[in-house]
C-alpha cells in the first residue's frame, strides 16, 4: 500500500500524459480519416487509389512496426540530415498514432456517408442544391451521429494502444508502470494492479458514454 | 449565373478525369521506383531476408498456437456469460471487461513479469521444465533461451484474444432465432442436442469473418511479444536494424519487416472480406 501511494503521482501523471497523447492524436485522425474516405469515395482513381494504398497498408502492419520505422528508421535518417529536433517520443507517437487511426476512422466516415439514403442526395440535388452543399447540409449532420459511438470506441481502443508508445521511451502509463516494474522487480504486483485501475478508469467511462449515445441513438431512430 | 435547374444530356466531363491517366503514370513510375529502391538493397535483402522469413515463420506458429488456445478461452468464457448461475456470469463479465478495458501490452508484462515471477518463486518456471521434458526425449536444444517469454507471452495474447472471442461466439450464439431452439427442444431433442446440432452450427457460421478479422489482429498484436524478448519478427527487424549506422539500410530494414508483415495480413484480410461477403449473401 506504502509503495502504491509513494508511486501514485508518477502513476497520474503517466495517466495524464496518456490522455494528452490520445487527445492530440484524435483529432487529427479524424481530419485525416475524413479525407482518406473523401478520397476514397471520390470516382477519380487518383484520389482513391492513393487512399486504399494507404488505408490498407496501415491496416495489414502492426502498430508497433510502424512506430519502430518511424522514431528508429526514419528518425536515423532525419539525424543524419541534422534535422533530429523534428522527431522525438512524442511526436512519433502521435504521428503514428493518428495515421493509424485514421485509417480506420476512414472506414467509419464511409459507412457513415453510406448508411445516408442515397434518395435522399438524389432529392438535394434536384432541389438545387450543389453537391458541397448536399455534402455539408444534408448527408454529414445526418451521418455524424451515426459516427459517435463507433468514433468513442475507437478513441478507447487509442487509449489502449498508446500503451505501445512506452516502447520509444514514452512517458505515458505504461512506461512509468514499466520503469517502476524494474526498480521493484520483486514486488511487482501493485503497480500492475494500480495500472490497470487507472486504464479502466480511464476507459470505462468512455465505453459508458459511448452506450449512452447507442442507446439516445436507437430511440431517436 | 443561373444554374440550370434540370441538367439534360449527359454529365459534362469533368477535367479532372484527366489527373487519371497522369495518376497511372505516376503509380507505375512508383512502383518502378520501389522495386529499384528494393533492388538497390538486394544484399541486404539476400543478407538478412534469410532470418527475417524464419522469424516471420515462428510470428505465424505463434499466433496460430495462441488463436487456439483463445478459442478454448472464448468458449470457456461465452459458456460462463451464457449461464444460467449469476457468479459464473458475474466472473466471466469481469473477465471480458478487465481484458478489453486495459493494453495488452500491459497484460503480457503482468504475464510476464508479474505472473511469472511469483510463480517462478513458487518453483514454476517454464523454461527449466521444458527443458527437463526435453532432455527426457533427448532434444533439449530445441527449447529457446527465452523460453519462458514464449510461454506467457503466448498466454498473455490467447487470454486477451479470448476475452475478445468470449464476445464473439455469445454473441454468434444469441443471434440464432431463439425460436429454433424452442422447435428443436419441442421436436424432442435435448438441450445439449439442441446446442451440437442446431445452434452451433449456425453460429459459427456467423462467427467466422470476426473470427479471421481477430486472427489478423492478434498477428499484428504477436509484435508486441518483442516487448518480451521473444525473437519473432519484431524483434529480429529491431535487433538487424540495430547496430547499422547508415541510417538508410536501418529505414530500409525496418520497411523489410513492415512488408512481410503486410505480406502476411494483407492476404488473411482479403480472404476476411471474402468469407464476409459470402456469409451475407448465403441463406
Known amino acids: 500500500m506504502n509503495l502504491i501511494l509513494q508511486n501514485l503521482p508518477d502513476f497520474l501523471i503517466g495517466a495524464r500524459n496518456t490522455l494528452i497523447y490520445c487527445a492530440a492524436s484524435f483529432p487529427f485522425a479524424l481530419l485525416i480519416g475524413l479525407m482518406l474516405a473523401l478520397m476514397k469515395s471520390s470516382r477519380f482513381t487518383w484520389l482513391n487509389t492513393p487512399a486504399k494504398i494507404f488505408i490498407e497498408v496501415v491496416r495489414s502492419t502492426p502498430i508497433i512496426t510502424q512506430l519502430f520505422l518511424v522514431y528508429y528508421g526514419l528518425g536515423a535518417v532525419l539525424a543524419n540530415y541534422d534535422l533530429a529536433y523534428l522527431l522525438n517520443a512524442w511526436v512519433a507517437g502521435i504521428a503514428v498514432l493518428a495515421l493509424n487511426y485514421a485509417a480506420y476512422e476512414a472506414e467509419v466516415f464511409r459507412a457513415g456517408f453510406l448508411s445516408v439514403e442515397r434518395g435522399q442526395t438524389e432529392a438535394a440535388l434536384s432541389l438545387g442544391l450543389t453537391s458541397g452543399q448536399n455534402f455539408f447540409r444534408i448527408v454529414l449532420p445526418q451521418a455524424v451521429p451515426l459516427m459517435i459511438p463507433p468514433f468513442v470506441n475507437d478513441f478507447i481502443y487509442m487509449l489502449k494502444d498508446s500503451a505501445i508508445v512506452s516502447v520509444i521511451s514514452g512517458t505515458e502509463l505504461t512506461s512509468v508502470l514499466r520503469l517502476a516494474v524494474f526498480r521493484h522487480p520483486s514486488n511487482t504486483f501493485p503497480f500492475f494492479a494500480l495500472a490497470l485501475v487507472l486504464y479502466l478508469l480511464l476507459s470505462l467511462p468512455t465505453s459508458y458514454i459511448a452506450r449512452f449515445f447507442e442507446r439516445r441513438l436507437r430511440a431517436a431512430l | 449565373m443561373q444554374r440550370p435547374l434540370i441538367q439534360t444530356g449527359s454529365r459534362p466531363r469533368n477535367w479532372l478525369v484527366i489527373l487519371d491517366y497522369v495518376f497511372y503514370l505516376v503509380l507505375i513510375v512508383a512502383v518502378a521506383a520501389f522495386g529499384y529502391y528494393l533492388y538497390s538493397y538486394s544484399d541486404i535483402i539476400t543478407l538478412y531476408l534469410p532470418f527475417l522469413l524464419e522469424a516471420a515463420a515462428l510470428t505465424i506458429g505463434l499466433s496460430v498456437v495462441s488463436m487456439v488456445l483463445a478459442v478454448i478461452f ?178 530500409f530494414i525496418y520497411i523489410l519487416g513492415a512488408l512481410l508483415y503486410f505480406v502476411i495480413c494483407y492476404p488473411l484480410s482479403l480472404l476476411a472480406r471474402y468469407l464476409e461477403a459470402r456469409i451475407a449473401v448465403a441463406y
Open chain 2, 74 to 251: 472464448g468458449f470457456i468464457g461465452a459458456t460462463g456469460r451464457l449461464s444460467r448461475f449469476a457468479p459464473v456470469r458475474w466472473l466471466a463479465t469481469v473477465y471480458v471487461e478487465v481484458v478489453r478495458g486495459t493494453p495488452i501490452l500491459v497484460q503480457l508484462l503482468l504475464w510476464y513479469y508479474g505472473v511469472g515471477q511469483a510463480l517462478s518463486m513458487l518453483g514454476f518456471d517454464p523454461y527449466n521444465t521444458a527443458f527437463q521434458v526435453m532432455t527426457a526425449l533427448q532434444n533439449n536444444s530445441l527449447v529457446p533461451d527465452a523460453f519462458s517469454a514464449y510461454f506467457y507471452g503466448v498466454i498473455g495474447l490467447s487470454f486477451n484474444y479470448g476475452a475478445y472471442l468470449t464476445e464473439v461466439f455469445r454473441s454468434g450464439i444469441e443471434t440464432i432465432n431463439k425460436g429454433q431452439t424452442e422447435a428443436a427442444l419441442s421436436l424432442g431433442l435435448n438441450s445439449r442436442q439442441t446446442m451440437r446440432h442446431i445452434v452451433l452450427p449456425q453460429a459459427i457460421r456467423i462467427t467466422i469473418p470476426p473470427f479471421t478479422n481477430y486472427f489478423i489482429t492478434l498477428i499484428q498484436d504477436s509484435a508486441l511479444l518483442s516487448v518480451l524478448g521473444v525473437v519473432e519478427l519484431e524483434q529480429t527487424t529491431g535487433s538487424f536494424a540495430d547496430p547499422l549506422l547508415d541510417p538508410n539500410k536501418k529505414l
